[in-house]
């Protein structure tokens, strides 16, 4: 099994690109969500989802979409690139309740 | 917001030591979670606590829960070199399955 296989692991953005950074599973986990890594900081929910159809709004939702039209995956979209939004991001998923979640590797992502 | 501290933020511990490391929390929980991660790397769920659970142990790991003080605790015992890491907290609140919210983290080095 993969696990959590985010792509690209690595992308540069110009202020006002949109691009998607994408988040596949294949634990048939119910439960995916994004987080943002900044500096010294922890993790901060972005978007968050509990099925297929089903996302909801975390802590720092504003500047991405997602959706979730497959158990399998669930897309971030950068609507318009900011400074801000450089960062490294996690997908996430867990099969719910009481289980805990698996990570993918990241996605650096640098707006110049 | 969700997510309270964690303390200490950095932790410099000698090989065989324990390292201890708490976090505190704000709302009610369903779960309180324990991740490790290593520079540059994804996160790894280490050890899951109900709320109707006080003390869990997996191998050298010990966690408590207090939820009347809304706190928990890691401890690592006999630590060595390869657990220097960032450990974060995290907690599923009550009637919020899916979210998950991280706080700022521990970074432990144990010296050889």
């Known amino acids: 099994n993969a696990g959590v296989t985010q792509t690209p692991k690595f992308q540069v953005l110009k202020t006002g690109q949109s691009m998607t950074l994408q988040c596949a599973q294949d634990?048939?986990?119910?439960?995916m969500s994004w987080y943002r890594q900044d500096p010294g900081m922890g993790l901060r929910l972005i978007h968050y989802?509990?099925?297929?159809?089903?996302?909801d709004q975390g802590e720092v939702p504003n500047g991405y979409n997602v959706s979730r039209s497959t158990t399998e995956d669930f897309p971030l979209r950068l609507l318009s690139a900011a400074p801000s939004q450089t960062s490294v991001y996690f997908c996430a998923s867990s099969y719910g309740g009481n289980g805990g979640y698996t990570f993918g590797s990241g996605t650096r992502l640098t707006v110049v | 917001s969700q997510q309270g501290e964690e303390d200490p933020q950095a932790l410099s511990i000698q090989e065989g030591e324990n390292a201890t490391m708490n976090c505190s929390y704000k709302t009610s929980i369903n779960n309180l979670q324990w991740y490790r991660q290593n520079s540059g790397r994804g996160l790894v769920h280490l050890i899951l606590?109900?709320?109707?659970?006080r003390e869990k142990h997996s191998g050298r790991l010990r966690v408590t829960l207090d939820t009347s003080k809304k706190s928990s605790s890691l401890l690592i015992t006999a630590s060595r070199a390869a657990d220097t890491a960032s450990y974060f907290c995290a907690t599923d609140a009550w009637n919020q399955g899916g979210k998950l919210i991280f706080g700022q983290g521990t970074e432990l080095s144990v010296k050889p």
């Open positions: 989802s509990v099925g297929a159809g089903i996302t």
């Open positions: 606590i109900r709320s109707n659970e």
């Open positions: 634990m048939n986990h119910e439960y």
